[in-house]
Every structure is written in C-alpha cells, then in structure tokens.
C-alpha cells in the first residue's frame, strides 16, 4: 500500500506526527492516528490538520469535516475490534481535562463487560482523564526516549534506522498501515454515499 | 419572544420534546434541549431531529449539522455559564452507556475544580454513566409522573393547565427560553461566520 501522502510538518500539538496516521480526510482537512497508550483496544483519536486547542476556534467546514471523519472511522474501527458501542469524547480545554491542546476526538470501541474486571463499564472515563490517558505525558515520554538516542532531530516517520526504534513504534505504525487497509475496504460503501471522507 | 417552530412531534428517543427544547438549527436538522437532571449547571444535549441510535447512522448532513450545532451552543453555554472548558461526549450504543437509543451528545460547561468536592474532575463521566446520569430513567419517571396525574395524552408543550405542572418542568422551560435569548445574542457573529447553524 503506498504511503498516505500527508499535508507537510503534520503535527498533533507541539509533536510531529507521521507513522501513527492511519487516515486523512478527502479534504486534508482532518487525520485520525492511533495511539500511543491506547485505553482499550481500537482507541484512536481524530483531529483537525489545523491545530488549535478549542471545537470553538474550528470553522464550519473543519467541524463538518472532523466529526464526519469520526463517523465514517468509527464504522471501521467497530467492525475491525469487533465491538459493539462507541464512546466518542472531546475534553474541550484544561478544565475538562484535555492534556494536548490541539482538538482531538477520542474513538473508543467498546463491548459488553470490556471493563468489567476494571471496575465496570464507566472506568473508561476515568482512564481517559486519569494518568493511563495522560495523552501529553505519553508523547513528552516518548520525545524523551528519543533524544536520549540520540534522535531528536527526527519525527515518528523515522528514518533508515527505522528499525531500532522501539516496539511500540513498530507496533503503532503496523496497526496504523492495518487499519488504512480496513479503511480502504469500507470507502467504496461511503463514497456511493457520497460522505467524501 | 416568538416560541420556536418546532418539526412536528419532535421526539428524543420515545419521548415527545417541546419546552426544554431551546435551539432548533436553521437546517432544522439538529435540535438542543435542556436536561431533566444536569450533571453541572448548564449541562445540554444536541440531538438530530431524525431519531436514529447510532452515529452510524446519521447522514454527513446530519453529522455536520450536529456538530456545528455543537459547536455554536457550545459558545454560548460557556460563556453564559462562566465555564473555561467543556466535555463533549457521544454513548454511542448501549454498551458505551446509552440510555435513550437517540444519538446525542453531551455537552457539560467545565470549570477549574468544580467537582473538587465530589471526588475530582473525572467524576463528571462516572455521574454520566451512572444513576444520576441516566437519561431514559429520568424521562421515564418524568412521563410516569405525568401519567399518575391524567396527562397522558400531553407532552412537555402542556395546555392550558400547564401552571399544574411540577416545578422541574417550569425550570426546564424557563432555562429553555433564556438560553434562546442567549443563542440569539451570539447569532449575528455566529451568522457573519457563515455558521447557519
């Protein structure tokens, strides 16, 4: 499969993101990338290409743009995990907890009693918000581990020596390239609908 | 201040909706309606008009429509609350925690340690899932109330007799009507941004 041709210097707050990105919108106006510490398994994350921190500074078509995105990824992203519901959340600002500040959708897939040996259903929110979801924290960590190889010249597209990079790099650019692949499947179903995303 | 034009027997879920309805968006696609138990002052749902379950089902109109509707009463409820932040949350299915099988969205005005006193900021999606967040419940016993007095036949728009009705409801419709004023206030920066929503 050829590589998703993304909009140059793609970030996701301050971090530079490539590898992870698992789509991008007709429109470019919107990419989805998996996770760095994904709460269950399937939990991506959509967001605008333009980074800001608030649903309010987005302008129409972005928000069109970004939340159709969500949908026509949360199809997917369901039949591929096999689940059965969604939990589909913004934390829009500090104070709702947000730890990135560039909007980002959480796509969480779900199944009956997914979390029942965590406490119950609702623990998912607390993940989210508590130190398992800390989204900031997960990349400040993995920029780090990078510097200390001596590497911070380089984003997640990596380079030749691409294969020294730890596992979950690997692991989260095979899932990304896996779920393109999935996407690919379902777009014919969207076109004929003529979502465009 | 005229009452708005409502789609006739507009519904969330099963249940018929009319005074804590206080935006209907210029497509007459999306709706908001106040909630019967808040989670937090000020905590609304925007919903499509065409009640389907899953965001999967929605159209990307119907999917544009929401979230800019989402996105315009978002601006509003935060500024008229005071909130610096929002959650925004989808239960897309039964096992995400849905309760009322009618796609909408969450939208709760946030402030720095507002639920410092109840355990922390992620309480807000335990109370979410749980009983005091569980909508269908709440209607439920609203609409058993209703009936428990002869007014089975009535939905929330009431008669002649609606000064009968209990006190939540007249809440209801009073916050209802004020967030309309509000809406409107925001509608003229909304309109120039091309928002139509």
Redesign the interface.
Known sequence: MPPINLPANLKFGPFRVSKQVFHLSKTQLSYGLVNLKPLLPGHVLICPVRSVPR??Q???NE??D???T??VV??TI?RVYR????????????????SVPHVHVHV?P???G?LDDRGG??Q???M???EEGDLGKAFWEMQRARQARGEERRDFAGGPDSDRKPRTEQEMSDEAEWLRGEMEKDADEGDE?????
């Open positions: 649903l309010s987005l302008s129409a928000t069109a970004l939340f159709n969500v949908r949360s199809r369901e689940a059965t519901a969604l939990n589909v959340a913004v934390q829009d600002g500090v104070d709702a907890g947000q969480i779900r199944q009956a997914d259903g609702d998912i929110y607390e989210m918000d508590g609908k003529g979502l465009g995303n």
